[in-house]
């Protein structure tokens, strides 16, 4: 493995290619970065009721998120503490109890392990069931969204999203409804490391003309016209991009919410109905984000798309394989039509028959497999389109670059997760604070641009 410092380089904007093939750095990533950030695992709308529960993944760990009595939410992780059988196979369902297949050991809603066959007699009642709970993972929701996180030392999980709450809210909570998910996920493997399609939805406004021309002449509507990528187009005023502390980032394209939807007239009535209230409680910056269309990552690997509504997680399996899963985000409060109309544009275009996401399965597993060959891995890739067009904005916070097609969102993505990967501790992350934006060395860019607006 390159040293770390390598991996990345900020001052250059490029990275080693080792980072998308490399099994040591891999290795660090599920220490490091895996078991250290808050993960997504559910909504609870995916499990309403006390009892209703889960099985997902954090990484490459299995859990069961269950919804407890008092209408918390617990996970823990889904193995047996006798000879470590996997506890639960089911993907969702209603259960006061969970019991181990393999000698029958049973597990509560809360992982705690209550009950074990023959305990009495073969045990001798020296079988201590107080210290054999199911290893047990914090839990914290945000605006409906339930997270897990493997480290005790972590922030909450309100300082992990942090400034980066001012954007989820504006969706996550709109004009007070907000946004839920709907299953069954769709799962599929994709032969390709976790960061290509992390990066690709956090700041890859670039690759739509290109690679989705077809579908998007197909489409039609607000953007045909990113067909082709023609250097004709206003690009900057065509939307922003945005990065965060903890990597988090976006970028928007204005007014495009339901662009991709074909059938869409509940969904843009929806938005069209509600956009002043959240105007009202947000501003007019954050109004205009509402109506926008956003590609977002959060740190690390879940992804959405607002106004298309696919919602992903990317789970990694190993340093050249992912399982994907795709759920579809909803308003809490749309009628059940405009729901299931939203769900069925969002799987036309990002299922795994996506007629969007087909386009993108070769780039994501040729950049990681091309890695094979020593001569190429020994290279470089680059993310430094728009460097210096960007910077602190008065309004926004993070950082902001001028264009929906730039690259500042992967320098911010790649900037943490360098700074995850160095830090043996959230102690050594946290003492970065104060400067972590300071490669964004063009501090002036907004107050200039503004300025010559005026
Ligand atoms: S492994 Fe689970 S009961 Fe034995
Ligand atoms: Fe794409």
Redesign the pocket.
């Known amino acids: 493995m390159l040293g770390i410092p390598n991996l990345v380089d900020n001052v250059a904007s490029n990275q080693s290619r080792e980072i998308f093939w490399d099994k040591d750095v891999y290795n660090l990533e599920l220490e490091r970065i895996f078991a250290r950030s808050w993960l997504f695992l559910g909504h609870e709308s995916l499990l309403p009721k006390p009892g209703d529960f889960i099985t997902t993944y954090m990484a490459e760990d299995k859990v069961i998120l269950s919804h407890q009595q008092d209408g918390s939410f617990r996970a823990f992780i889904n193995s047996c503490t006798h000879r470590g059988n996997q506890i639960c196979h089911a993907d969702s369902g209603n259960a006061k109890a969970f019991v181990c297949n393999y000698h029958g050991w049973v597990y509560g809603q809360d992982g705690s392990l209550v009950d074990v066959p023959l305990e009495t007699r073969c045990y001798h009642g020296q079988l201590d069931k107080a210290k054999l709970g199911a290893k047990h993972i914090r839990v914290e929701t945000y605006k409906g969204f339930i997270f897990g996180c493997g480290d005790a030392d972590a922030p909450s999980l309100e300082e992990y999203l942090g400034e980066f709450r001012w954007y989820l809210d504006t969706i996550w909570e709109g004009a007070g409804g907000g946004l839920e998910l709907l299953g069954p996920p769709m799962k599929s493997i994709l032969a390709c490391n976790w960061k290509v399609p992390a990066e690709?939805f956090v700041g890859?406004g670039y690759?739509?003309g290109w690679?989705?021309a077809g579908a998007l002449m197909q489409v039609g509507g607000e953007l045909a016209g990113l067909a082709g990528n023609r250097a004709d187009m206003p690009f900057e005023k065509l939307g922003f991009q945005f990065t965060t502390r903890h990597g988090h980032g976006f970028g928007v394209i204005n007014n495009a919410a339901p662009a991709i939807h074909v059938k869409r007239d509940g969904w843009a009535k929806y938005l069209a109905d509600t956009r002043a209230e959240v105007g009202r409680k947000f501003g007019p910056e954050r109004e205009e984000l509402y109506v926008g269309h956003w590609n977002c990552s959060l740190f690390p690997s879940c992804s959405f798309l607002y106004g298309t509504n696919t919602f992903k997680v990317w789970h990694p399996r190993g340093p050249h394989e992912i399982e994907v899963w795709t759920y579809t985000m909803v308003p809490r409060d749309a009628d059940a039509e405009t729901k299931s109309m939203i769900q069925r544009e969002a799987t036309r275009s990002f299922g795994t028959a996506g007629t969007?996401?087909s386009?993108?399965g070769e780039?994501m597993s040729s950049s990681t497999f091309v890695n094979r060959g020593t001569i190429t891995r020994n290279g470089r890739i680059s993310s430094s389109m728009g460097v210096g067009f960007e910077g602190p904005h008065p309004v926004f916070p993070g950082i902001v670059g001028s264009s929906f097609i730039g690259e500042t969102s992967h320098r911010g993505f790649y900037r943490f997760w360098k700074e995850m990967l160095d830090a043996p501790d959230w102690k050594a992350v946290k003492a970065n604070d104060d400067t972590w934006d300071s490669m964004f060395t063009n501090r002036n860019y907004w107050n200039d641009k503004v300025d010559a607006a005026e």
Request: aromatic fraction near 0%; proline fraction near 0%.
């Open positions: 690709n890859d690759h739509v690679t989705h969007l996401e386009d993108d780039n």
